[in-house]
């Protein structure tokens, strides 16, 4: 019999790479006459690399993809096969509608999630304590907390680590709050904000550094560079940066580095009176894909569901790509407490929050590389006094309709 090739793409850090190959070992195993040839590295190079094989038709049978990316790769859902074809090789059950929904382009569903993430906020219970104050709750409370911090435990503590993206996703999500939409409509290549609230989303944004709620950015790029990662930071390892805005998928990292005297909590969403949605961006943490071009279409599928579904698979890989979508997965990984006690109560958040329809669908766009150095550049020249909130919300507005106009190919 002779032996077929299956080649696997994905990026992680190291025990991703060891639970991964242990899964696809065990897949092997049990098939016969089937070998996988694994292609994994970090993130960074990963989207560079891809490209490549796309444009040459050379990308591997099963490959790990950032949801964003269906737009640049499948713009008329064509890019990848479309699983639906071949959904009797798949426990499609498993997933929500919304996670299918997610993963369709054009009614053609080009991957499903390992997992979904969302922003959420982490909070040093103990440097709360140190200020004596409890964990915010409400909006006025973080921004309360500035000044208290200032008073209490001097000018380097902060409520706020205010790394760049954070803060433009944290302030956007008060935007979204006040306004019930978020910068990019979901569906049309259009900013969606009006010249009002996008002054907004650009003085609140302003307010966490001026009000000393956040890191400023030009101190923070002062400690070794604007993009050093929070967990990397002194001043967050000792306490005195007491809280973080990130993605639930974060937590292992963040706490990693913490000294003895620190405790990481998870905090509540933080809503402006009446709203609706929580504001904050939410979507498959990532997804996985098959080539269209693969010769072995059906097989390819097979391991795609035997990774994301399977009891045994779950069991090896655990919650190395987050707490999983797939509900037989996801229930291995609850009984058998494969998950920190902080990464169960941060997934039953963000989970509570989306069945009750709080996280807003994000548009594909607004995670698309050329829209998020816009968005950094924007910022960036804001906290550094070179926009006023007037210059910064026209940018935004004609700027970003223009960016999305090439994103869209029109």
Not at 62 to 73: D, K, P, S
Not at 270 to 295: D, E, I, K, Q, T
Not at 338 to 353: H, K
């Amino acid at each position: 019999l002779s032996e077929v090739q299956l080649r696997v793409g994905w990026w992680g850090g190291g025990e991703r790479h060891r639970r991964t190959l242990d899964a696809l070992a065990a897949f092997e195993a049990a098939n016969p006459g089937v070998r996988i040839k694994a292609e994994y590295m970090g993130f960074n190079g990963y989207l560079e690399k891809l490209t490549m094989q796309m444009v040459g038709g050379t990308e591997p049978d099963l490959m790990q993809i950032n949801w964003a990316w269906l737009a640049m790769f499948s713009r008329d859902g064509r890019g990848f096969l479309d699983l639906h074809a071949h959904r009797s090789q798949i426990a499609l059950e498993q997933f929500t509608p919304d996670d299918i929904a997610l993963c369709e382009v054009q009614g053609r569903l080009n991957g499903l999630p390992p997992s979904y993430s969302a922003r959420l906020f982490l909070w040093n219970a103990a440097a709360y304590a140190r200020a004596g104050l409890p964990l915010p709750t409400t909006w006025q409370q973080l921004f309360e907390a500035g000044p208290h911090f200032r008073r209490v435990l001097g000018e380097r503590a902060y409520p706020l680590d205010g790394e760049l993206y954070d803060m433009i996703l944290l302030s956007l999500a008060w935007t979204h709050q006040s306004t019930g939409s978020g910068y990019l409509h979901p569906d049309e290549p259009r900013v969606a904000l009006g010249e009002a609230a996008l002054r907004e989303w650009v003085r609140v944004f302003r307010r966490l550094a001026d009000e000393h709620v956040a890191t400023p950015l030009p101190y923070r790029a002062s400690l070794g560079g604007a993009e050093k990662p929070t967990e990397q930071q002194p001043d967050w390892v000792r306490g005195l940066w007491a809280g973080n805005y990130t993605w639930d998928s974060q937590i292992r990292l963040r706490r990693s580095t913490l000294d003895a005297d620190q405790r990481l909590v998870l905090g509540e969403s933080l809503r402006l009176p009446g709203a609706h949605f929580n504001g904050a961006l939410g979507r498959p943490a990532m997804l996985y894909a098959v080539s269209r071009r693969s010769s072995h279409p059906e097989l390819a599928v097979r391991l795609l569901d035997y990774l994301l579904t399977d009891a045994a698979a779950a069991r090896t890989l655990a919650v190395v790509r987050g707490l999983p979508s797939a509900r037989r997965a996801l229930d291995v990984v609850l009984s058998e407490q494969l998950a920190g006690d902080l990464e169960t109560q941060a997934w039953q958040q963000v989970n509570g929050e989306r069945a009750a329809g709080r996280i807003a669908r994000p548009s594909p766009a607004f995670e698309d590389a050329r829209m998020r150095k816009f968005l950094r550049d924007v910022f960036e020249r804001v906290a550094y006094g070179k926009l006023t909130d007037a210059q910064a919300a026209g940018q935004l507005r004609v700027h970003g309709n223009a960016l999305l106009l090439r994103i869209h190919g029109r």
